[in-house]
């Protein structure tokens, strides 16, 4: 019937491409139009903690007058110097008591001369006792609980509980204080970034959260707790830094949920499923794992679905 059967095909064949050509680029220009209009957000890292601190001593013993040990008479070690555990720092000494020692001794001396000296043995006895107690309490050594080095405020404190002397222990950290809303955020061996007013620039590590709150830094409706941070050695004690913690969180709406741990992300003009690690905080989900500063994260993605 047909002359040329192979022409036919042929032509079959191409009007068969054409039509597959025309469905792809339709399919292709509704795909691309519908990802283009789609509303989207651009992920971004949250604001990172700042806070101040200053450089100290790990470990600090304090010294306060007491007025009830007398005054302060001799002092083992000097400003600067090293001092060892359990070594003498300074010494009391009791004038009130050295009067009634030789209020004592006369009474003493009056018994031991008084001709019917027998009569008084129970007295004689009891003011012995009594001497030997005063006498404790003449002198009075203060030793040092840590190894450290010695920082002497005043060598001759007068006023009640007056700071005068201080032991610091060789090894140094940085102390803060970190409000209640951003205790969350750190954690045990968290890289920080750390600078001084004259622009030096060192890492650090988080070595310490406290559990409870300073009742000295804390304010009525907000909490403050200490931090400890790694620092470098040399920097003088008194030294303030500011600290600054990348969070590495990303905040976005709670509307970029697709399902239950997952966001859609669109890249080159395609939507791909992303598994996420969050938490819900004020409607808005925190990203910590799964996405990246930069990537486009699809709005209300449970209107579209993927193949």
Known sequence: MFKHP???????????????????????????????????????????????????????????????????HDWYSAEGKMIKKDQPLFEYYNKILEQQLTAVRKHLNTLDSHQHRQNFLNMHTYLEQEYDRIQLGLRTQVFSMS???????DKHPSKKNQLFAQIHSSKRIIKAYISETELKQLKLNQSVEIKTKTTEQFKGKILSISHYPDVTKSETNKSYYEVQISTNGVIPVG???????????????????????????????????????????????????????????IAQPKNFTLN
């Open 239 to 297: 030294t303030h830094f500011q600290i600054t913690i990348p969070t590495h969180l990303i905040a976005l709406p709670k509307d970029v949920l697709y399902d239950k741990n997952a966001i859609l992300i669109k890249r080159n003009e395609q939507m791909v499923k992303r598994i996420i690690k969050y938490h819900e905080k004020s409607g808005m989900v925190i990203i910590s794992e799964g996405l990246l500063p930069g990537e486009k994260v």
């Open 6 to 72: 192979w022409l036919i095909a042929l032509i079959l064949l191409l009007l068969l491409s054409a039509t597959a050509v025309g469905l792809y680029a339709a399919f292709r220009h509704y795909t691309l139009q519908a990802t283009q209009n789609v509303k989207t957000y651009t992920a971004t890292y949250n604001r990172p903690i700042q806070f101040s601190g200053i450089q100290s001593a790990e470990t600090t013993q304090s010294f306060y007058y007491d007025a009830r040990m007398g005054s302060i």
């Open 147 to 153: 190894e450290g080095i010695v920082h002497i405020i």
